[in-house]
Structures are given as C-alpha cells and as structure tokens.
C-alpha cells in the first residue's frame, strides 16, 4: 500500500515539476497552457490518489474522493475557458514554420 | 503598472497568498473569509467595475518621488514601532493577557460553541458584526442610488435569439457551470449553518451564494438572470437581513436584557445564545449575498445598457 501510494505521489510531484518547467519554457501562450492544464488535472489526481491510499480514514478518503472529482470537472473546464477566451481575443499560436525561417 | 487587470490580478492573488499564510498562522475563519471575499468575489466586482471605466489607467501628471518618499517614511516609522513589540508568539504579549484567556477559558460554558471564533464575532461582538452588516447594506444602498439604471423589460424573442448564440459559444462552460451551481448553493448553505462548528459563517456563506449566482448570470446572459432573480425581491431580502439583526437585538432588549444577549430569547442562557447566534448568522448571511448580488446586477448592467446606448445610436 505504502509503495503504490508513494509511487502516485511521486508520478504526481514529477508531473507538477515538468507542468512548471512547462510554463517556463513553452514557446507560446498555448502550449504554456497546455502544460498548466495537465499539471492541474493529472498531477493534482495522482498526488490525491497517493494521500487517499495513505489514509486511514473513510471519511478523509471521501472529502478527497470529492476534491478529485471537483478538480477533474474544473480544471479542463477553465483551461477551455481560457484557451477559447485567447482565440477570441485573436491571439494565434505558434506554428512550426519558425525553424524555416531560420 | 499600467494596466488595470493585471492589477486586479496581482490582488486577488496577493489575497489567495494571504489567505495561504492564515492558514499556515492557524486563523482558518480569516483565511476562510480572506479566500472567498478578498481572492473571490471583490476581484470579481473589480473586474466588473473595469468593464465600465476602460482598462488602462489614465497618464500620470505628477512625479512619482513624492509619494516614494511618503511611503519609505511612513514604512520605516512602522518598522521602527515594531522594535517595541513583543516577541511573535509570547506568552506575556497584551494580546494573549487582556481578554484572549477569557475568551478561550468561558466561551464553551457560557456560549457553548465549539468554534470560538464564531462566538466571539456573533456573541461577544455582536455590535461590531452589526455594524458591519450595515456597513455591507449601506453599499448597497449606495450602488443602488448611484448605479441603478431603469430598465425596459427584455424581450423574450430577442433573449432567446441571444441565449441561441451564447450557447454555441460557451457550450462546455454551460454544461459544466449547470452541473456546478447546485454544489456551490449546497456548500454555501453548510458554511452557513456549520459556522458554529466549523470555520465558515454568514459572511462567508453569502459571499459564496452571491458567487454561485453571478457565475450563472455571466453563463446565461443578465436578462435570462433578471428573469430568475427578481431585483426588487433581492432588495428586500438586503434588507430583511439586517433586519433580523436587528430586531434579535430588540427582543433581548424587550426582554430586560442587554442589546444582542441571546441568553434572553430562551429560558437556558446557552440554547438562548444558539438561537441567537444562528439567527445573526442568518441575517448577515442574507444581507452579504443579496448587497453582492444587488451590486454585480447594477454594474453589469450599467454596462449592458451602455452598450445598446451605443448600438442605437450608430
């Protein structure tokens, strides 16, 4: 139990580490968003997972079954709000062609 | 900086990292209230209110040295008062010797809350919560006076047409808003009522009520919203709040008591003081949503009815 636990947690903290080198290094406002998106929903639900194996208690495991589903319903949601908020202000992303310029 | 909604943001989060270090200081009630009031719904209605003024700020004419100068004082006359103060967390601190210990030790016998923070906001300072809640009426009022604008009532044909388009463009957002607004409604009900127990509180509750519903109105558009929610009603339930407030206060005063003892509204001081407590609750939980629905309807409507200003005249 332990071991799982410790596994989800630690899947959960790499990928809440790769979503910040993400934001840091993505080229455009897109994939920057990209990486957010993912780290909100995955990362979140594996490091829930790993506290839910960790605990004891039902009625703990329930509040964070709770926080689980919350998250997975909102997060994708506002990602997509932002996302469709950005194509409506005309914001383009970034294609491939930068390297043929070069 | 010059734009306002970076601003906006900046303060909202200042308000979640604020409402972060509460939690981390063991103050769960203030980061409760600074999370739902200060990082939710005041950036809300500041978002709302730059929908109206524009979003940059005007240029500034004067030089900035002056008030640099102002604040590097002001600052280090803070600092140096702080040189006198005791040690964070000392036990001979004036905060933990004048009415903190009396607090802690008498509340559970004579209130019988299990959070003491709610005892001492409801029942031991019960008029400054009054004066708060009518601090929170007088705003309205005051939008209200300020902002109101007569409004014809909407077409039924054109909202639908509107609605028709609003939802293509925000379809995922409907559905998922629609699944949502139940569990916001239910959660602020349990705030609400679990304040005595729990961190939470009327004004927390209402502050969330007032989110739930001003996040249906930004999905469904403000006329389908006016339909739902009656304004002049929500102008009354403003009031009726305070009202119960106040008239808790006048019935222990009827009763031989002083203003806002609840021990009088029941023959057992501490079911009195239960009562009484859950009543305020109610009335500040009342007027705290129905002020921040009152002011978010006026000022997007204000901007609403600008708009069609402008569309009729070009």
Redesign the interface.
């Known amino acids: 139990m332990d071991i799982t636990s410790a596994l989800f947690l630690l899947i959960g903290s790499f990928l809440c580490l790769s979503g910040g080198v993400g934001i840091l290094r993505f080229p455009d406002f897109y994939t920057r968003m990209h990486a957010a998106g993912v780290t909100d929903t995955l990362a979140t639900a594996m490091i829930l997972i790993g506290l839910m194996l960790q605990s004891p208690d039902a009625l703990v495991v329930i509040k964070l079954i709770i926080i689980l589903l919350m998250t997975l319903?909102?997060s994708p949601?506002a990602s997509?709000?932002l996302a469709?908020a950005a194509i409506h202000n005309n914001l383009k992303p970034v294609l491939e062609n930068k390297k043929d310029n070069e | 900086m010059k734009d306002l909604f970076a601003v906006i943001m900046l303060a909202g989060i200042y308000s979640l990292l604020s409402a972060s270090f509460f939690v981390a200081m063991d103050a769960v009630d203030v980061a409760f209230t600074e999370a739902s009031v200060g990082a939710g719904i005041s950036t809300l209605l500041m978002l709302v209110a730059i929908t109206m003024t524009g979003r940059s700020e005007d240029p500034v004419r004067h030089k900035p040295i002056l008030a640099l100068v102002v604040v590097v004082i002001t600052g280090s006359l803070l600092i140096y008062g702080t040189l006198d103060m005791p040690y964070f967390g000392s036990v001979d601190a004036p905060v933990h010797q004048h009415v903190a210990p009396q607090y802690i030790n008498d509340s559970m016998q004579k209130v019988g809350m299990p959070n003491i923070v709610t005892s001492v906001l409801a029942s031991y300072r019960g008029f400054d919560t009054f004066g708060e809640v009518v601090v929170i009426f007088t705003a309205g009022i005051g939008v209200l006076a300020l902002l109101s604008v007569a409004r014809r009532p909407g077409d039924i044909a054109e909202i639908d047409s509107l609605n028709k388009t609003m939802h293509e463009?925000f379809l995922?957002?409907r559905i998922?808003a629609k699944?949502?607004i139940p569990f916001i409604l239910l959660f602020a009900l349990y705030v609400q009522f679990h304040g005595d127990f729990g961190p939470g509180g009327g004004f927390q509750a209402g502050v969330i009520f007032a989110a739930a519903i001003i996040l249906y109105t930004m999905l469904f558009g403000m006329s389908t919203a006016r339909r739902v929610i009656n304004q002049s009603v929500i102008q009354l339930f403003a009031a009726i709040g305070v009202l119960v407030y106040g008239s808790v206060g006048v019935i222990s005063l009827l009763e031989g008591k002083h203003f806002l003892d609840y021990s009088a509204l029941s023959a057992d001081p501490v079911a009195g003081q239960h009562i009484g407590i859950l009543l305020i609750e109610l009335g500040v939980g009342i007027t705290v949503a129905s002020v921040m629905i009152i002011i978010f309807f006026n000022f997007a409507g204000r901007e609403n009815s600008q708009q069609s200003q402008e569309n009729n005249e070009s």
Do not use: K
């Open positions: 319903f909102i949601t997509h709000a469709s | 463009e995922i957002l998922v699944m949502l």
